[in-house]
C-alpha cells in the first residue's frame, strides 16, 4: 500500500467521504485478490497481442490466458468476465500464431502458452481460427531447432536451451497429445518420451549440486561466455526461470494423472517434482518470506526479492499440495512458506491505485542468457511494474490460497 491510496485517503479525509470499498470502484475491495488483480489487468487491456509488445508479448497472452483459465474454473458461478477475456486474448493470438514455420522462427518457446486456450476452444463449429493455431503450435515443436541431442532451443541463439520454455511446452504438448492420439500409438509414445526427454535433459545440464536448483539454462556447444566447460550450464538459479519450470512440473502432471498416462511419465515428473520442491523452501529468505532474484546468492549486495519467481514458487507449492504430489511429512511446511509469501506479496508488491485498481511492482523484465549471464546482469535488469509476468503469476498464487480458505 504506497503513494496513490495516501492520496485517496488523504483526498477522502478532506472532503469527509467515508473510504470505503465503493470509493474504489466495481474493482472492489471485498473481493478476492486474485479476482481483484485479474479486473485490474483487465482494465489496463494487458495480455491481448497486438503485434507491438515484444518477443514476450506472446507469452504476456499465454500466461493470462492460463491465469485466467484457473480463474474462470473456480469461480464459475460468479459472473465474472473472465472466460471471455480468456477468448479474446486467444483471439488476438490466432492473429500472429497460426502459421507453424513463423511459430517455430519468430517466437520463443513461449508461443506454445497459447496452445491451451486454443486448443479448449477449438472444438465445436465456426472455431477454425483456434484449432488452426493449436495446430500450428503443435507442428511447430516439430520445427524448432534442436541440438543434436534433441534438445530444443529456447530461441534463436544457436544451442542454447532454458527453463523458461518448459512452462509453455509441457502442459500444451501433453494436452495435444492426449487430444489428438490414440492409447498405446506410436505417435503417443513418441510425444510424451519426446516432452520427458526436455525435462530430463535441462535437468541433466542444470541441475546445480550444492543448492539442489536449477540454473537458467545451457550451450550444448558449451562455448557461450557463461557456459560451463563440463555441462554448459550458465552459472546462475535466476527465480523466474526456475519458477516457469516448477510451475510446468505441477501443471503437466496435473495433465499426465487426468489423463491417466503411462506409469513412467508420471513417475518421472513426480520425482523431479518431490526432488526440486523441498530445495525451493529451502532456498526462501527466512527474514521476507520470499525468494531472491538470484537464488542461490541470497542477501548478496545488490540481490532482492523478486515478485514473478515468488509467485510461482508459491503456486507451485500450493497446487502440489492440493494434488498430494509433494511428499506427505513435507505438505504442512511447504503450505505454511506458500501462504506466508502470498501475504508478503500482497502486502508489499500490490499497489493501490487511486481508481481502485491494483498495480503489482517489483517484478523483473526479461533476463536473457544472450548476455553476461554474470550476477551483476541479473541485478541491474530493470524492475517493472505492472508486467503480467508477475500479476499472473501472484493471480495464480492467491488463487490457490483463496481454495483452501484464506
Ligand atoms: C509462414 O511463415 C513463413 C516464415 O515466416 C513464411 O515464409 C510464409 O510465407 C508464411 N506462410 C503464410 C501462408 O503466410
Ligand atoms: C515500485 O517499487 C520501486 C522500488 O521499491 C519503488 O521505487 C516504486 O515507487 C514502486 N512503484 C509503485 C507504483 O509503488
Ligand atoms: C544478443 O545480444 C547482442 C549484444 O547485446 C545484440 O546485438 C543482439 O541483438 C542480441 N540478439 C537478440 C536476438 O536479441
Not at 511459430?103 to 486456450?117: E, F, I, K, V
Request: hydrophobic share 35%; proline share 4%.
Amino acid at each position: 500500500m504506497r503513494g496513490p491510496i495516501y492520496a485517496a485517503t488523504f483526498a477522502a479525509v478532506l472532503f469527509g467521504a467515508p473510504v470505503t470499498a465503493s470509493n474504489y470502484g466495481n474493482h472492489g475491495h471485498n473481493k478476492p485478490d486474485s479476482q481483484r488483480m485479474a479486473s485490474s489487468i483487465i482494465a489496463r487491456g494487458q495480455g491481448i497481442m497486438t503485434g507491438l509488445g515484444g518477443s514476450s508479448e506472446a507469452l504476456q497472452a499465454g500466461f493470462v490466458q492460463k491465469a485466467f483459465t484457473a480463474l474462470s474454473e473456480y469461480y464459475h458461478k460468479s459472473g465474472e468476465p473472465y472466460a471471455q477475456y480468456v477468448r479474446e486474448s486467444a483471439t488476438s493470438a490466432t492473429e500472429f500464431l497460426a502459421n507453424a514455420s513463423n511459430n517455430a522462427l519468430s517466437y520463443p518457446m513461449d508461443r506454445l502458452s497459447n496452445g491451451n486456450a486454443a486448443l479448449a476452444l477449438s472444438h465445436g463449429k465456426g472455431h477454425d481460427s483456434y484449432r488452426a493455431t493449436a495446430d500450428a503450435l503443435r507442428e511447430s515443436i516439430d520445427l524448432n531447432r534442436r541440438n543434436p541431442e534433441g534438445g530444443l532451443w529456447y530461441f534463436v541463439y544457436p544451442y542454447w536451451s532454458y527453463l523458461d520454455g518448459m512452462y509453455s511446452l509441457g502442459p500444451f504438448y501433453s494436452l495435444y497429445t492426449f487430444a489428438t492420439t490414440r492409447i498405446g500409438s506410436h505417435s503417443r509414445v513418441k510425444a510424451l518420451d519426446d516432452l520427458l526427454y526436455q525435462f530430463e535433459t535441462l535437468w541433466e545440464h542444470c541441475h546445480h549440486h550444492s543448492t539442489g536448483l536449477l540454473t537458467h539454462g545451457y550451450d550444448f556447444r558449451k562455448t557461450a561466455v557463461w557456459a560451463d566447460p563440463e555441462t554448459g550450464a550458465s552459472p546462475y538459479v535466476w527465480g523466474r526461470s526456475l519458477g516457469w519450470y516448477t510451475m510446468a512440473l505441477v501443471d503437466t502432471l496435473e495433465i499426465l494423472e487426468k489423463e491417466n498416462a503411462p506409469h513412467k511419465y508420471r513417475k518421472a515428473f513426480l520425482e523431479k517434482f518431490q526432488t526440486l520442491m523441498p530445495a525451493v523452501v529451502k532456498a526462501v529468505d527466512k527474514c521476507t518470506g520470499g525468494w531472491w532474484q538470484v537464488i542461490d546468492q541470497p542477501r548478496r549486495e545488490g540481490n532482492y526479492i523478486e515478485s514473478s519467481g515468488t509467485a510461482m514458487f508459491a503456486y507451485s507449492l500450493l497446487k502440489g499440495s492440493r494434488l498430494g504430489y509433494l511428499p506427505h511429512k513435507f505438505t504442512p511446511a511447504a503450505k505454511k512458506v506458500a501462504i506466508r509469501a502470498q501475504k508478503y506479496l500482497t502486502k508489499h508488491f500490490v499497489v493501490e491505485e487511486a481508481d481502485g485498481t491494483v498495480g503489482y511492482n517489483g517484478t523483473v523484465s526479461v533476463c536473457s542468457l544472450n548476455s553476461t549471464a554474470s550476477y551483476d546482469y541479473y541485478i541491474h535488469q530493470p524492475i517493472l511494474y505492472n508486467s503480467v509476468l508477475g500479476s499472473a503469476a501472484y493471480i495464480l498464487a492467491s488463487l490457490e490460497v483463496e481454495r483452501l480458505g484464506h
